[in-house]
């Protein structure tokens, strides 16, 4: 059966050639485009999530010398707080100045005894059991002496008595624990020997 377009009548050529345009262009659609489409609006995601990522990270460098002024300042207060609670075992030091307390408040230091020390999760307690004598007064002026010095040292299991023959100068025996801190990852090494007993 011979079968040609240009027997058809004119409106039948028509049809068949729309026929065959709708043809190609599904299958155009089906096979190539609509993958094409599908990684193209992957892409275009991909693109609008980077274009974020790039707005974020210009935001952050605008806020950069913010950023900067606030670490210098965390470092000045660290310095300070490095008074208060040090990194290394300065402890000889410590109780000089101690020593020097007790004399400005006419207090005799009579013994350092250094006592075990407790290992906390971010510091390490350093306590001393210290004897003196001197008047009640003088104990008391010393005690509020340590509690304005610059360092953290605590004073506990504090105990008083007076002295059976009685001095002017030194009329009460006090002992203390006086305990000092340092941080737990401190280069230093251990707490070093405690002065002579006077």
């Known amino acids: 059966m011979d079968v040609s377009l ?8 028509i049809g068949a050639f729309v026929l065959v345009c709708g043809g190609a262009a599904w299958a155009f659609w089906n096979f190539y485009a609509s993958d094409f489409n599908a990684e193209l609006a992957q ?11 790039v707005n974020k990270g ?4 605008r806020r950069l010398p913010e950023f900067q002024s606030q670490v210098a300042d965390l470092e000045r207060r660290l310095d300070g ?9 300065d402890v000889a030091d410590t109780l000089r100045r101690m020593q020097g307390l007790a004399t400005q408040s006419n207090l005799t230091i009579l013994r350092f005894t250094p006592a075990p020390q407790k290992q906390q999760a971010m510091y390490q307690e350093v306590p001393y059991r210290i004897s003196a004598e001197g008047t009640y007064h003088n104990v008391g002026t010393f005690f509020d002496r ?15 008595h007076a002295k059976s023959q009685a001095d002017p100068n030194a009329t009460v025996t006090a002992e203390c624990t006086a305990t000092t801190f340092v941080m737990a990852d401190g280069k230093g090494g251990g707490a070093p020997a405690a002065p002579a007993a006077r």
């Open 6 to 13: 240009t027997k058809l009548p004119w409106y039948g050529q």
């Open 81 to 89: 707080l490095k008074n208060v609670l040090p990194e290394q075992k």
């Open 58 to 61: 210009v935001a952050t460098a």
């Open 43 to 53: 892409r275009q995601q991909h693109l609008a999530a980077i274009r974020a990522d």
């Open 146 to 160: 340590v509690s304005k010095f610059p360092r953290i040292i605590n004073i506990s299991e504090i105990a008083i």
